[in-house]
Protein backbone atom coordinates (compact mmCIF):
# COMPACT_ATOMS: atom_id res chain seq x y z
CA UNK A 1 0.00 0.00 0.00
CA UNK A 2 1.60 2.81 -0.70
CA UNK A 3 1.92 6.41 1.14
CA UNK A 4 -0.89 8.04 -1.04
CA UNK A 5 -3.41 5.07 -0.83
CA UNK A 6 -3.25 5.42 3.24
CA UNK A 7 -3.63 9.17 2.79
CA UNK A 8 -6.50 8.99 0.83
CA UNK A 9 -7.90 5.78 2.98
CA UNK A 10 -7.53 8.14 6.38
CA UNK A 11 -10.65 9.36 7.66
CA UNK A 12 -11.51 13.13 6.43
CA UNK A 13 -10.53 16.11 8.50
CA UNK A 14 -12.75 19.09 7.99
CA UNK A 15 -10.70 22.23 7.12
CA UNK A 16 -10.03 24.15 10.01
CA UNK A 17 -12.12 27.34 10.37
CA UNK A 18 -10.02 30.81 10.20
CA UNK A 19 -10.10 32.62 12.85
CA UNK A 20 -12.22 35.70 13.25
CA UNK A 21 -10.96 39.28 14.34
CA UNK A 22 -6.85 40.56 14.31
CA UNK A 23 -4.53 38.47 15.40
CA UNK A 24 -0.98 40.10 16.13
CA UNK A 25 1.80 38.02 15.75
CA UNK A 26 3.71 37.75 19.10
CA UNK A 27 7.19 38.71 17.29
CA UNK A 28 5.64 42.23 16.66
CA UNK A 29 4.22 42.58 20.51
CA UNK A 30 7.24 43.17 21.94
CA UNK A 31 8.38 45.69 19.39
CA UNK A 32 5.16 47.49 19.88
CA UNK A 33 5.23 47.73 23.67
CA UNK A 34 8.56 48.90 23.64
CA UNK A 35 7.69 51.74 21.67
CA UNK A 36 4.60 52.79 23.87
CA UNK A 37 7.25 52.28 26.80
CA UNK A 38 9.38 55.04 25.09
CA UNK A 39 6.70 57.45 24.26
CA UNK A 40 4.99 57.66 27.51
CA UNK A 41 8.43 58.01 29.36
CA UNK A 42 9.67 60.43 27.20
CA UNK A 43 5.88 62.52 26.80
CA UNK A 44 5.56 62.11 30.54
CA UNK A 45 9.37 62.38 31.57
CA UNK A 46 11.77 63.35 28.80
CA UNK A 47 13.82 60.44 29.11
CA UNK A 48 15.49 60.44 25.57
CA UNK A 49 18.32 62.90 25.22
CA UNK A 50 17.44 63.21 21.56
CA UNK A 51 15.59 61.57 18.65
CA UNK A 52 18.12 61.30 16.34
CA UNK A 53 20.35 59.21 18.54
CA UNK A 54 17.56 56.49 18.97
CA UNK A 55 16.69 56.64 15.36
CA UNK A 56 20.75 56.46 14.89
CA UNK A 57 20.91 53.53 17.23
CA UNK A 58 17.75 51.33 15.89
CA UNK A 59 18.99 51.96 12.10
CA UNK A 60 22.66 50.86 13.01
CA UNK A 61 20.85 47.76 14.81
CA UNK A 62 18.65 46.86 11.38
CA UNK A 63 20.92 47.39 9.06
CA UNK A 64 23.86 45.22 11.11
CA UNK A 65 21.09 42.39 11.71
CA UNK A 66 20.28 42.40 7.80
CA UNK A 67 23.95 42.10 6.85
CA UNK A 68 24.97 39.90 9.45
CA UNK A 69 22.02 37.60 8.64
CA UNK A 70 22.94 37.65 5.49
CA UNK A 71 26.50 36.69 5.73
CA UNK A 72 26.50 34.03 8.22
CA UNK A 73 22.85 32.39 7.80
CA UNK A 74 22.23 33.56 3.85
CA UNK A 75 18.63 34.97 4.80
CA UNK A 76 16.95 37.83 5.84
CA UNK A 77 16.39 38.08 9.49
CA UNK A 78 13.38 39.16 10.96
CA UNK A 79 14.10 42.31 12.02
CA UNK A 80 11.81 42.65 15.11
CA UNK A 81 15.07 42.02 17.52
CA UNK A 82 16.84 44.20 15.77
CA UNK A 83 14.46 47.13 16.65
CA UNK A 84 14.15 46.06 20.35
CA UNK A 85 18.19 46.33 20.58
CA UNK A 86 18.48 49.48 19.10
CA UNK A 87 15.47 51.39 20.40
CA UNK A 88 16.76 49.57 24.10
CA UNK A 89 20.37 51.13 23.32
CA UNK A 90 18.65 54.83 22.20
CA UNK A 91 16.80 54.87 25.67
CA UNK A 92 19.31 53.47 28.33
CA UNK A 93 22.48 54.57 26.92
CA UNK A 94 23.75 58.32 27.39
CA UNK A 95 26.86 60.10 26.10
CA UNK A 96 27.15 63.70 24.58
CA UNK A 97 28.57 62.17 21.37
CA UNK A 98 27.24 60.56 18.24
CA UNK A 99 29.18 57.52 17.86
CA UNK A 100 28.48 55.11 21.28
CA UNK A 101 25.29 54.57 19.69
CA UNK A 102 26.60 53.20 16.46
CA UNK A 103 29.35 51.01 18.16
CA UNK A 104 26.94 50.23 20.84
CA UNK A 105 24.79 48.92 18.39
CA UNK A 106 26.87 47.21 16.07
CA UNK A 107 28.51 45.42 19.34
CA UNK A 108 25.14 43.83 20.56
CA UNK A 109 24.36 42.72 17.10
CA UNK A 110 27.42 41.15 16.43
CA UNK A 111 27.00 39.55 19.45
CA UNK A 112 24.20 37.34 18.49
CA UNK A 113 26.35 36.22 15.38
CA UNK A 114 30.10 35.80 16.95
CA UNK A 115 29.20 34.86 20.72
CA UNK A 116 27.69 31.18 20.23
CA UNK A 117 27.70 27.90 21.84
CA UNK A 118 26.38 25.21 19.85
CA UNK A 119 23.96 27.27 17.78
CA UNK A 120 22.84 30.31 20.34
CA UNK A 121 23.94 33.01 21.13
CA UNK A 122 24.32 33.42 25.29
CA UNK A 123 23.74 37.39 25.50
CA UNK A 124 21.08 39.29 25.00
CA UNK A 125 22.30 41.46 22.32
CA UNK A 126 20.88 45.19 24.19
CA UNK A 127 22.71 43.76 27.43
CA UNK A 128 26.11 42.73 26.09
CA UNK A 129 26.52 45.79 23.85
CA UNK A 130 25.64 48.49 26.93
CA UNK A 131 27.79 46.41 29.40
CA UNK A 132 30.28 46.31 26.89
CA UNK A 133 30.69 50.06 26.18
CA UNK A 134 30.44 50.78 29.82
CA UNK A 135 33.56 48.81 30.15
CA UNK A 136 35.54 50.07 27.46
CA UNK A 137 34.34 53.43 27.17
CA UNK A 138 33.35 54.32 30.40
CA UNK A 139 34.45 57.88 30.34
CA UNK A 140 32.05 58.50 27.25
CA UNK A 141 28.94 57.02 28.04
CA UNK A 142 26.41 56.27 30.86
CA UNK A 143 23.02 54.72 31.50
CA UNK A 144 19.89 56.06 31.85
CA UNK A 145 18.89 56.45 36.09
CA UNK A 146 16.36 59.52 35.96
CA UNK A 147 13.29 58.08 37.89
CA UNK A 148 9.60 58.76 36.89
CA UNK A 149 8.78 60.85 39.36
CA UNK A 150 6.68 60.61 42.06
CA UNK A 151 3.10 60.16 39.53
CA UNK A 152 2.96 56.43 39.52
CA UNK A 153 0.00 56.43 37.08
CA UNK A 154 2.47 55.79 33.65
CA UNK A 155 4.05 53.34 35.67
CA UNK A 156 0.80 51.26 36.44
CA UNK A 157 -0.42 51.27 32.81
CA UNK A 158 3.14 49.93 31.60
CA UNK A 159 3.16 47.34 34.60
CA UNK A 160 -0.47 46.36 33.68
CA UNK A 161 -0.22 46.48 29.62
CA UNK A 162 3.37 44.64 30.13
CA UNK A 163 2.11 41.44 32.14
CA UNK A 164 -0.54 41.10 30.00
CA UNK A 165 1.85 41.26 27.01
CA UNK A 166 4.19 38.94 28.71
CA UNK A 167 1.40 36.91 30.09
CA UNK A 168 0.48 36.19 26.11
CA UNK A 169 4.28 35.30 25.69
CA UNK A 170 3.90 32.82 28.79
CA UNK A 171 6.96 34.72 30.32
CA UNK A 172 5.07 36.38 32.93
CA UNK A 173 6.67 33.91 35.85
CA UNK A 174 10.21 35.28 35.01
CA UNK A 175 9.60 38.80 35.54
CA UNK A 176 6.74 37.90 38.22
CA UNK A 177 10.10 36.07 39.91
CA UNK A 178 12.31 39.11 39.73
CA UNK A 179 10.15 41.38 40.90
CA UNK A 180 9.43 39.29 44.43
CA UNK A 181 13.02 38.46 44.62
CA UNK A 182 13.89 42.21 44.04
CA UNK A 183 11.64 43.59 47.11
CA UNK A 184 12.41 40.88 49.29
CA UNK A 185 16.74 41.70 48.75
CA UNK A 186 15.62 45.30 48.90
CA UNK A 187 14.37 44.91 52.91
CA UNK A 188 18.02 42.69 53.42
CA UNK A 189 20.02 45.37 51.51
CA UNK A 190 17.97 47.97 54.06
CA UNK A 191 18.78 46.13 56.87
CA UNK A 192 22.92 46.07 56.02
CA UNK A 193 23.05 48.82 55.02
CA UNK A 194 20.53 51.03 57.54
CA UNK A 195 18.86 52.93 54.58
CA UNK A 196 15.41 53.69 54.64
CA UNK A 197 13.56 50.20 52.50
CA UNK A 198 12.28 52.67 50.13
CA UNK A 199 15.59 54.35 48.98
CA UNK A 200 16.47 50.64 48.30
CA UNK A 201 13.27 49.73 46.36
CA UNK A 202 12.44 52.71 44.45
CA UNK A 203 14.80 51.88 41.69
CA UNK A 204 12.34 49.77 39.87
CA UNK A 205 9.99 52.52 39.55
CA UNK A 206 12.67 53.83 36.78
CA UNK A 207 12.41 53.10 32.98
CA UNK A 208 15.75 51.02 32.64
CA UNK A 209 14.17 48.39 35.04
CA UNK A 210 10.86 48.34 32.68
CA UNK A 211 13.34 47.52 29.63
CA UNK A 212 14.89 45.35 32.16
CA UNK A 213 11.83 43.16 33.53
CA UNK A 214 9.88 43.06 30.27
CA UNK A 215 12.59 42.89 27.36
CA UNK A 216 15.88 41.54 29.07
CA UNK A 217 15.21 38.80 31.26
CA UNK A 218 13.10 37.54 29.71
CA UNK A 219 14.64 37.11 26.30
CA UNK A 220 13.43 33.67 24.87
CA UNK A 221 16.83 33.36 22.61
CA UNK A 222 18.91 34.03 26.38
CA UNK A 223 17.08 32.46 28.45
CA UNK A 224 16.80 28.73 29.69
CA UNK A 225 14.26 26.21 28.63
CA UNK A 226 12.60 25.53 31.69
CA UNK A 227 10.04 26.75 33.71
CA UNK A 228 12.00 26.30 37.10
CA UNK A 229 15.02 27.25 35.39
CA UNK A 230 13.69 30.55 34.48
CA UNK A 231 12.32 31.02 37.89
CA UNK A 232 16.36 30.24 39.38
CA UNK A 233 17.80 32.25 36.97
CA UNK A 234 15.57 35.10 37.73
CA UNK A 235 15.97 34.86 41.49
CA UNK A 236 19.83 34.67 40.59
CA UNK A 237 20.55 37.52 38.88
CA UNK A 238 18.08 39.33 41.40
CA UNK A 239 21.12 37.77 44.06
CA UNK A 240 23.91 38.95 42.25
CA UNK A 241 22.45 42.24 41.82
CA UNK A 242 22.25 42.57 45.95
CA UNK A 243 26.35 42.49 45.71
CA UNK A 244 26.90 44.80 43.04
CA UNK A 245 24.49 47.34 44.72
CA UNK A 246 26.03 46.74 48.42
CA UNK A 247 29.27 47.92 46.21
CA UNK A 248 27.40 50.83 45.42
CA UNK A 249 27.76 49.29 41.56
CA UNK A 250 25.20 52.09 39.44
CA UNK A 251 24.97 49.38 36.74
CA UNK A 252 23.65 46.31 39.15
CA UNK A 253 21.16 45.06 37.31
CA UNK A 254 22.71 45.07 33.93
CA UNK A 255 26.30 43.35 35.36
CA UNK A 256 23.98 40.98 37.29
CA UNK A 257 22.31 39.60 33.55
CA UNK A 258 25.47 40.07 32.28
CA UNK A 259 27.21 37.29 34.13
CA UNK A 260 24.02 35.63 35.29
CA UNK A 261 22.47 34.82 31.81
CA UNK A 262 25.48 33.12 29.99
CA UNK A 263 26.55 31.25 32.71
CA UNK A 264 23.20 29.83 33.28
CA UNK A 265 22.95 29.01 29.92
CA UNK A 266 26.43 27.07 29.48
CA UNK A 267 25.34 25.36 32.56
CA UNK A 268 21.88 24.07 30.75
CA UNK A 269 23.94 22.91 27.88
CA UNK A 270 26.37 20.57 29.61
CA UNK A 271 23.69 19.31 31.95
CA UNK A 272 21.88 18.28 28.39
CA UNK A 273 25.08 16.97 26.95
CA UNK A 274 25.42 14.83 30.01
CA UNK A 275 21.95 13.61 29.68
CA UNK A 276 22.69 13.04 26.11
CA UNK A 277 25.21 10.83 26.77
CA UNK A 278 23.72 8.71 29.29
CA UNK A 279 20.91 8.02 27.41
CA UNK A 280 23.52 6.99 24.51
CA UNK A 281 26.21 5.09 25.97
CA UNK A 282 26.54 3.14 22.78
CA UNK A 283 28.05 6.13 21.63
CA UNK A 284 30.78 5.86 23.97
CA UNK A 285 31.40 2.35 23.60
CA UNK A 286 31.56 2.87 20.07
CA UNK A 287 34.14 5.49 20.11
CA UNK A 288 36.37 3.78 23.02
CA UNK A 289 36.50 0.55 20.22
CA UNK A 290 37.23 2.82 17.45
CA UNK A 291 40.15 4.85 19.34
Same mark, same amino acid.
Given at each position: ???????????????????????????????????????AGHFSFGILESYQKTLLAIATS????????? +???????? !??? *?? @? =? %????????????????????????????????????????????????????????????????????????????????????????????? +???????? !??? *?? @? =? %??????????????????????????????????LGQCIVAFSVAAVEMFFRLDQS??????????????????????????????????????????
Amino acid at each position: MTMQTIAESAPHKPAAKPKRGLSLDNRFVPPLFITLILLAGHFSFGILESYQKTLLAIATSMVAELILGR +VFFHQWPH !LAS *AY @I =T %GISVGILLRSPAFWPYILCSLLAITSKYVLRVKGRHIWNPSNFGICAMLFLAADAVATLSIQWGNNLWAMLVIWLLGSAIILRLRRLHICAVY +VVSFFALS !LLR *AW @I =T %GDPWLSEVSPITGPEYQLFIFFMITDPKTTVKSKLGQCIVAFSVAAVEMFFRLDQSLYAPLYALFFVGPTALLIEMWINSRRTIIGNPTTITANTVQS
